[in-house]
């Protein structure tokens, strides 16, 4: 994992361990990393450099204001510092501590025939 992605997303835990909102910055930082990933188009505009950054913010305004706001200003941030380019690196990195802060590993599972939701759960 990058440095840069790693430190922005350990600052952003540390505020969610503060406020006790993991739970939902998780789900929200979740959502922000599966709507850029599936929409490669947002990224290419958020991260290039030629595009001024109020026009960078109106479109995050567009997508994500509805946000919990220290999850909205830091993407806001993060467009400011030049720094959007790591955006799903920070989301994956973000979702991982969460994660190990709550003891949960993911893993991936491998059989030769499907498995009920009793055998998933």
Same mark, same amino acid.
């Given at each position: 994992?990058?440095?840069?992605?790693?430190r922005?997303?350990?600052?952003?835990?540390?505020?969610?361990?503060e406020?006790n909102?993991i739970?939902?910055?998780?789900?929200?930082?979740?959502?922000?990393?599966?709507?850029?990933?599936?929409?490669p188009? *947002? $990224? @290419? =505009?958020?991260?290039?450099?030629?595009?001024?950054s109020?026009?960078? /913010?109106? +479109?995050l305004e567009k997508?994500f204001?509805?946000?919990d706001?220290p999850?909205?200003?830091?993407?806001?941030?993060?467009?400011d510092k030049g720094r959007?380019?790591? *955006? $799903? @690196? =920070?989301?994956?990195?973000f979702?991982?501590?969460?994660?190990?802060? /709550?003891? +949960?590993v993911?893993?991936?599972?491998?059989?030769?025939?499907?498995?009920s939701?009793e055998?998933?759960?």
């Open positions: 994992m990058n440095n840069v992605a790693q922005y997303a350990e600052a952003l835990f540390e505020l969610a361990s406020k909102k739970d939902l910055w998780q789900e929200q930082m979740d959502v922000v990393g599966e709507s850029i990933g599936s929409n188009r *947002i $990224l @290419e =505009i958020l991260k290039h450099s030629k595009i001024d109020k026009d960078k /913010k109106d +479109i997508c204001s509805s946000l706001r999850v909205y200003n830091f993407l806001r941030l993060l467009v959007f380019n790591y *955006i $799903l @690196e =920070i989301t994956t990195c979702h991982r501590l969460c994660n190990e802060s /709550k003891n +949960i993911e893993g991936i599972v491998y059989s030769p025939y499907a498995l939701e055998e998933v759960t």
